[in-house]
């Protein structure tokens, strides 16, 4: 059974990852608009990654006897400036779930919640491989500049993960 303090938290990360998942899906469709295919792609898969997080806070809360609750979002934005300011958003956003994840942690430390929080430590370890994968996508869109972004838009699907250390 859940602390009600605990599964209010955990649904309000129901709202974050779904707005990731809504976010990421809205920056794909203005990459692809952009003709930046392989951007388009590599969001795309992310906002495919968002909804399962979702999913896995939405089994979690109701296989514990909470109750799930699915709430309206408001809209992403629709339009961004360039694709580097974009992945610049992206990480932004990663280290604002980072911190989310982090938040929930210390309820459940307070309320001695010792089986959620051991629950977040994949969440935990997620957070690390996402803001190391985006990081290092930002590092290589620097050293190519504006000159390669055909060569970046080839070869960003494959950087996907794992801290990232695929060859551009
Ligand atoms: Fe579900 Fe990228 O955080």
């Not at 694709?83 to 307070?110: G, P, Q, T, W």
Request: glycine letters at 6%.
């Amino acid at each position: 059974m859940l602390a009600k303090k605990v599964e209010d938290i955990l649904n309000l990360q129901i709202e974050r990852e779904d707005y990731s998942s809504q976010l990421y899906l809205s920056m794909a469709s203005w990459a692809e608009n952009q003709g930046f295919g392989g951007v388009a792609n590599w969001l795309y898969m992310q906002s495919d990654e968002e909804r399962m997080h979702m999913l896995k806070f939405v089994k979690y809360i109701n296989d514990r006897d909470g109750k799930a609750s699915i709430c309206g979002l408001d809209k992403p934005p629709v339009e961004f400036e360039d694709i580097f300011k974009l992945f610049d958003a992206v990480l932004k956003h990663e280290r604002y779930i980072s911190n989310s994840i982090n938040e929930i942690v210390a309820v459940c430390m307070e309320e001695k919640d010792f089986t959620t929080n051991s629950w977040l430590q994949w969440f935990v370890t997620e957070q690390i491989e996402e803001e190391a994968s985006v990081k290092s996508i930002i590092d290589k869109l620097k050293l190519l500049g504006e000159k390669n972004l055909y060569m970046f838009d080839r070869d960003v699907p494959s950087m996907r993960g794992g801290g990232g250390n695929e060859a551009v």
